[in-house]
Nanobody, 124 residues
Framework: QVRLVESGGGLVQAGDSLRLSCAAS????????AAWFRQIPGKEREFVAA????????FYADSVKGRFTISRDNAKNTAYLQMNSLKPEDTAVYFC?????????????????WGQGTQVTVSS
């Protein structure tokens, strides 16, 4: 089994930066796509970013492109989301998703492993 633990969320002002981390434990999973999703209460889960197993390819939602950067350190079994120029509309609970080997990078249902989420709040 794989356990994911996110960290790095918090309360910041518009224009600030945050770096989220997603540490995987249990079974080493490096041959997988890693992704970040976010969800606002009452709304559907939204794809944010995903990265290939090697880290050579990444993909972003239009709403975060140019501001967020996803990365991974396979030696540490950890994925990251660097968030710059944060906006109030980025406020959400951010979830790490791992374990995708064959499926759509944007579809949350294709990821077998999920973290508990970390709250990001951006004030104006």
């Amino acid at each position: 089994q794989v356990r994911l633990v996110e960290s790095g969320g918090g309360l910041v002002q518009a224009g600030d930066s945050l770096r989220l981390s997603c540490a995987a434990s249990g079974r080493t999973i490096n041959e997988d796509v890693a992704a970040w999703f976010r969800q606002i209460p009452g709304k559907e889960r939204e794809f944010v970013a995903a990265i290939s197993p090697s880290g050579n390819s990444d993909f972003y939602a239009d709403s975060v492109k140019g501001r967020f950067t996803i990365s991974r350190d396979n030696a540490k079994n950890t994925a990251y989301l660097q968030m710059n120029s944060l906006k109030p509309e980025d406020t959400a609970v951010y979830f790490c998703a791992r374990g995708l080997e064959d499926g759509s990078w944007r579809r949350g249902d294709d990821y077998p492993y999920w973290g508990q989420g970390t709250q990001v709040t951006v004030s104006s």
